[in-house]
């Protein structure tokens, strides 16, 4: 596994121009919600980026996203771990995403999918899960005990 770095708080502008870069949504962001957000790289352009938004006990794990030529180097998996160990330090238990495109990354590294119907009402009540990603979109979940 890679090991990384990571700050808080990444720029706005600099996580909506990453986001943009890999075609990940970023319309619904604000500036608060990057307080969830942790970043590796350079802090006006970061190399990659993974943001949490976390409720109570669970979390929708968004924005998991590495620049084209950092990719493949294993830092999206790093990023990932980071993130796991942020939420699950804030109490987190079930860790959410919904993804298009990386399903097979995400279920070599625990996640399963799940349906929508079994997902909490703060993870259906997101911004992402209701209107951003598409509904034929892979929800996935990642629980700890």
């Given at each position: ?78 990023l ?22 990386a ?38 979940v990642?629980?700890?005990?």
């Amino acid at each position: 596994m890679t090991s990384v770095n990571t700050e808080p708080n990444p720029p706005f502008r600099a996580v909506v121009a990453l986001l943009e870069a890999v075609g990940l949504p970023s319309s619904d962001l604000t500036e608060p919600q990057l307080e969830h957000f942790l970043f590796s790289g350079p802090r006006d352009a970061p190399t990659g980026l993974v943001g949490l938004e976390l409720y109570d006990g669970v979390a929708l794990l968004r924005s998991l996203a590495v620049a084209p030529d950092a990719q493949r180097s294993g830092l999206g998996s790093a990023l990932l771990q980071q993130a796991e160990g942020y939420a699950y330090a804030r109490g987190v238990r079930s860790l959410y995403l919904l993804t298009t495109t990386a399903q097979r990354f995400f279920e070599s590294r625990g996640y399963r999918l799940t349906s929508r119907e079994r997902c909490p009402p703060e993870i259906r009540s997101t911004s992402e899960f209701a209107s951003l990603c598409p509904v034929g979109s892979a929800l996935m979940v990642k629980s700890w005990l």
